[in-house]
């Protein structure tokens, strides 16, 4: 892997592709495993996890199903901190097992919001998992049962992850520092 260079920043190598299909597929048996003999709804978060939850889902081993809702809270590198629903779910959750799937956990601040949205909603339960989490950068506590990689406050960009919709092409995954 080289770095690369997207609009004005420089993005060093990070995660290969190969680390994040080992991370895959730990998860998903971890949740055929922890969700045996239910039926889950998976929520993708569009746009940055939509290679994450495409490759997720061909490892979960149960009948499950998956959905797709469109939020954003960023602008360039930086969390603008105002949240635009753009896409909704179209059918009931009551009384279902929701698993939110997040490219990345940052602020937590979306996150928050879908995971009370989603409770008001009458669900049985509502977990999360998310190929990366930025731990010391969260600002809402909100838990996440299943991560791929702790990593640190760093931008992020490949595997469905952009910087100004760009870069979500890439297999791998790059970092630049803020």
Same mark, same amino acid.
């Given at each position: 892997?080289?770095?690369?260079?997207?609009?004005?920043?420089?993005?060093?190598?990070?995660?290969?592709?190969?680390?994040?299909?080992?991370?895959?597929?730990? %998860?998903?048996?971890?949740?055929?495993?922890? $969700?045996?003999?239910?039926?889950?709804?998976?929520?993708?978060?569009?746009?940055?996890?939509?290679?994450?939850?495409?490759?997720?889902? !061909?490892?979960?081993?149960?009948?499950?199903?998956?959905?797709?809702? !469109?939020?954003?809270? @960023?602008?360039?590198?930086?969390?603008?901190?105002?949240? #635009?629903?753009?896409?909704?779910?179209?059918?009931?959750?009551?009384?279902?097992?929701?698993?939110?799937?997040?490219?990345?956990?940052?602020?937590?601040?979306?996150?928050?919001?879908? /995971?009370?949205? %989603? !409770?008001?909603?009458?669900? #049985?339960?509502?977990?999360?998992?998310?190929?990366?989490?930025?731990?010391?950068?969260?600002?809402?506590?909100?838990? /996440?049962? $299943? /991560?791929?990689?702790?990593?640190?406050?760093?931008?992020?960009?490949? $595997?469905?992850?952009? @910087?100004?919709?760009?870069?979500?092409?890439?297999?791998?995954?790059?970092?630049?520092?803020?």
């Amino acid at each position: 892997m080289i770095s690369i260079k997207v609009h004005d920043k420089t993005f060093r190598p990070f995660l290969t592709v190969q680390q994040i299909d080992e991370q895959i597929k730990r %998860l998903g048996l971890e949740l055929s495993r922890d $969700y045996a003999g239910k039926r889950p709804l998976f929520i993708a978060i569009l746009n940055g996890s939509f290679m994450f939850a495409a490759d997720l889902i !061909k490892q979960i081993v149960l009948p499950c199903r998956i959905s797709f809702v !469109k939020v954003s809270s @960023y602008s360039g590198t930086a969390s603008s901190g105002q949240l #635009k629903t753009l896409i909704g779910l179209e059918e009931s959750l009551f009384n279902q097992d929701i698993i939110i799937v997040e490219d990345i956990i940052d602020s937590g601040l979306t996150l928050q919001r879908i /995971v009370e949205e %989603l !409770k008001s909603l009458g669900t #049985k339960s509502v977990e999360v998992v998310a190929l990366l989490r930025k731990q010391t950068a969260r600002e809402k506590p909100v838990e /996440v049962k $299943y /991560v791929g990689f702790e990593i640190e406050n760093e931008f992020v960009l490949g $595997y469905g992850l952009d @910087y100004d919709g760009f870069g979500r092409n890439k297999q791998d995954i790059y970092q630049t520092t803020l």
